[in-house]
C-alpha cells in the first residue's frame, strides 16, 4: 500500500486519483500505524513551506516520516518536495525534513515571470529510478515561486527557466519532484508507475 500523507497541507485527491488509475493500492491517511505498515509514501504539498511546515510538525508526523524514509521509498511532490531539504527562505527562515541536502530559495532569474506556471520541457542530468522512460524534451507541469538550490549529484531531471530548475531530484530511497506528476499527463504517469514498482 502506499500511504498518501494527509497532515492538511496537501493536493490528496488528484494524487489518488492518479494512483488509482494505475492500480496501485493506496490510501489518504494521518494514521501513524497506516504509515508505518504502508510499503512506500506520498508527501504532496500545496502553499507555503512555514504553514505546511507546521501543520506537519503539529500532526506529529514529522519524526515518524523522517523515521520511515530510511526503511522504504518516499516521494515529495511540489511543496512536499521542497519540504524535503534542509532549510527554506519562503516568507521566513523554516527548517525542512533533511532528507536531501540543500536548501529553498525564491527562483532569482529576472529575465521569467514569477511564479514559474505551465508547462516545460525536462533536461536529463542522470537516470535514477524514477526518470526511467522519461526522455529529453518530454513536458511536465509547474506551479511554483520557489525552488530547490542543490548539489547537481542529486538532481535527475531540470527545467531551464531563467536557470536550473530542478525537477526531479533523488537521494538514497528518497525522490522529489517541483512539478505535479499528477497533472502531467502520460509523462507524469510514467513517474509515478516507476515510483509504485520500486522495491
Avoid at 51 to 71: D, H, P, Q, T
Avoid at 85 to 97: H, N, P, R, V
Avoid at 100 to 115: N, Q, T
Avoid at 154 to 179: A, R
Wanted: overall charge negative.
Amino acid at each position: 500500500m502506499i500511504a498518501i500523507i494527509d497532515y492538511g497541507a496537501g493536493n490528496l485527491f488528484s494524487v489518488k486519483n492518479a494512483l488509482d488509475y494505475l492500480g496501485y493500492d493506496n490510501k489518504i491517511t494521518n494514521s501513524k500505524q497506516d504509515i508505518m505498515a504502508a510499503e512506500k509514501m506520498i508527501l504532496p504539498g500545496v502553499g507555503s513551506f512555514p504553514a505546511a511546515m507546521k501543520m506537519l510538525r503539529e500532526s506529529g508526523l514529522e519524526e515518524l516520516i523522517k523515521e520511515e524514509a530510511n526503511k522504504k521509498p518516499l516521494l515529495g511532490i511540489c511543496l512536499g518536495m521542497q519540504m524535503l531539504f534542509d532549510i527554506s527562505y519562503e516568507f521566513e527562515e523554516t527548517k525542512g525534513l533533511s532528507l536531501i541536502p540543500g536548501e529553498i530559495r525564491l527562483i532569482e532569474s529576472k529575465e521569467v515571470k514569477i511564479p514559474h506556471m505551465g508547462w516545460n520541457s525536462l533536461i536529463k542530468e542522470k537516470d535514477c529510478a524514477l526518470s526511467k522512460g522519461v526522455n529529453e524534451g518530454d513536458m511536465v507541469y509547474y506551479v511554483h515561486s520557489y525552488q530547490a538550490y542543490t548539489s547537481m549529484d542529486y538532481i535527475s531531471l531540470y527545467t531551464k527557466y531563467g536557470g536550473v530548475i530542478p525537477g526531479l531530484v533523488f537521494h538514497n530511497n528518497i525522490y522529489g519532484t517541483q512539478f505535479h506528476p499528477e497533472k502531467s499527463g502520460e509523462v507524469g504517469l510514467r513517474i509515478l508507475k516507476n515510483f509504485g514498482e520500486l522495491k
